[in-house]
C-alpha cells in the first residue's frame, strides 16, 4: 500500500514539474503522505500566498449545453406557465430567499435570514416564525433587501393565486400563512392551520424567492 502511495505521489510531483516547464506560472506543491484518525492519505498542500496554477483565463465564460432554449429569464414565468427544465438550469437559484440548502452537504442554512428561527407555538394552534434579516444585503441595483421584499413576493402569490409551481412558494401543502412585517429588517411568519414541518417550512416557505418589490 505504501508503495503505491509513494508511486502516485512521485506521479504528482512530475506532474508539477511538466506545468511549470510548460509556462505555466510558478507555484510550489507540496505533496506528504500523512496519517489521519488511523488512515494513511495523500494530501497536497499550496504555500499561503501561492497562486495556484490554472488553464485558460480568469473569469472566462461558463459554457453549458441545453437541449431547448430558456422558455424564459424572467422568475415570475419561471415558476408559471413558463416553467420548464431547461429554464430551470438557467433561472434556478437567481432569486434571493431567506433560507438555502449548503453545497454539498445540502443542510438547511440562512441565507437572507440572519439566523435559523425556532417557531412559536402560539397556544391556539397557530404557530409564529420571528425572522431577523441581514441589513447589509442589496439588490443588483443597489437597492436594500428588505422585509417588505418577501412580504411583497408571498402576498402576489397568495392574492392573484398564481399557478403552476407558484403555489408552493405561499401555500404548500395546503397551509394557510400570513406574513406580517414588523420593520424593515424583521418579519413574522404566522402558520394558522398547520404546523410547522418539512413539507411546508423548510422545503416551503423557507426557501420561496424574495423578488424586489420596488421594481415590479
Known amino acids: 500500500m505504501r508503495k503505491r502511495l509513494l508511486i502516485l505521489t512521485s506521479i504528482l510531483i512530475a506532474g508539477a514539474l511538466i506545468l511549470s516547464a510548460c509556462g505555466t506560472p510558478?507555484?510550489?506543491?507540496?505533496?506528504?503522505?500523512?496519517?489521519?484518525?488511523?488512515?494513511t492519505i495523500i494530501q497536497t498542500a499550496v504555500p499561503e500566498g501561492e497562486p495556484v496554477a490554472?488553464?485558460?483565463?480568469?473569469?472566462?465564460?461558463?459554457?453549458?449545453?441545453?437541449?431547448?432554449?430558456?422558455?424564459?429569464?424572467?422568475?415570475?414565468?419561471?415558476?408559471g406557465p413558463g416553467s420548464s427544465?431547461?429554464?430551470?438550469?438557467?433561472?434556478a437559484g437567481n432569486a434571493s430567499s431567506l433560507f438555502g440548502?449548503?453545497?454539498?452537504?445540502?443542510?438547511?442554512?440562512?441565507?437572507?435570514a440572519v439566523a435559523i428561527p425556532s417557531p412559536v407555538d402560539n397556544g391556539d394552534g397557530t404557530y409564529t416564525f420571528t425572522i431577523e434579516m441581514k441589513e447589509d444585503a442589496v439588490w443588483s441595483d443597489g437597492e436594500?433587501?428588505?422585509?417588505?421584499?418577501?412580504?411583497?413576493?408571498?402576498?402576489?402569490?397568495?392574492?392573484?393565486?398564481?399557478?403552476?409551481?407558484?403555489?408552493?412558494?405561499c401555500s404548500?401543502?395546503?397551509?394557510?400563512?400570513?406574513?406580517?412585517?414588523?420593520?424593515?429588517?424583521?418579519l413574522d411568519i404566522n402558520f394558522l392551520n398547520q404546523a410547522p414541518s418539512l413539507g411546508n417550512w423548510q422545503a416551503g416557505l423557507a426557501l420561496a424567492p424574495m423578488l424586489p418589490e420596488h421594481f415590479w
Open 85 to 91: 427544465v431547461w429554464t430551470s438550469y438557467v433561472v
Open 172 to 186: 404548500p401543502a395546503g397551509l394557510e400563512a400570513e406574513v406580517v412585517v414588523v420593520d424593515d429588517y424583521t
Open 54 to 79: 490554472a488553464e485558460g483565463e480568469c473569469c472566462a465564460p461558463y459554457r453549458i449545453a441545453l437541449f431547448e432554449e430558456p422558455v424564459s429569464v424572467n422568475y415570475w414565468n419561471y415558476l
Open 26 to 39: 510558478e507555484t510550489i506543491i507540496e505533496t506528504v503522505i500523512v496519517e489521519v484518525e488511523g488512515e
Open 144 to 169: 436594500p433587501i428588505t422585509a417588505d421584499d418577501y412580504a411583497f413576493t408571498f402576498n402576489a402569490c397568495k392574492d392573484l393565486k398564481l399557478t403552476q409551481n407558484w403555489p408552493n412558494q
Open 101 to 112: 440548502l449548503a453545497d454539498v452537504t445540502f443542510q438547511f442554512v440562512p441565507n437572507m
